[in-house]
């Protein structure tokens, strides 16, 4: 089992940039894929990123492709998304997951892919 608790948001402005970070506790964060999903106001869960145990495998939704970028540090049992030019329509509240994967290069996508889900950091892109 593992824990995971996000961290990173707040309120910038429209074009600027947010660094999310998702710590694991208790089983290594190695076993897992790990995931970044954001719910706005009044809509569903969406994907954002994912990224593959080993780290070198990475799969981004396409509102975000190109703006954002996934990464792990597997010794700090660390997922971080770094999110840059950020428009308002990135506001959300950011949730970090992870899913249990027998392979390394596993990237899922879809939440119910994922076992463990972090409580969310509130992230507000104003215009």
């Known amino acids: 089992q593992v824990q995971l608790v996000e961290s990173g948001g707040g309120l910038v402005q429209a074009g600027g940039s947010l660094r999310l970070s998702c710590v694991a506790s208790?089983?290594?964060?190695?076993?897992?894929?790990m995931g970044w999903f954001r719910q706005a106001p009044g809509k569903e869960r969406d994907f954002v990123a994912t990224i593959s145990r080993s780290g070198g495998r990475t799969i981004y939704a396409d509102s975000v492709q190109g703006r954002f970028a996934v990464s792990r540090d597997n010794a700090k049992n660390t997922v971080t998304l770094q999110m840059n030019s950020l428009k308002p329509e990135d506001t959300a509240d950011y949730y970090c997951a992870a899913a249990q994967a027998a392979l390394t290069f596993t990237v899922p996508q879809r939440q119910e892919q994922f076992n463990y889900w972090g409580q969310g950091t509130q992230v507000t892109v104003s215009s």
């Open positions: 208790g089983r290594s964060s190695s076993f897992y894929a």
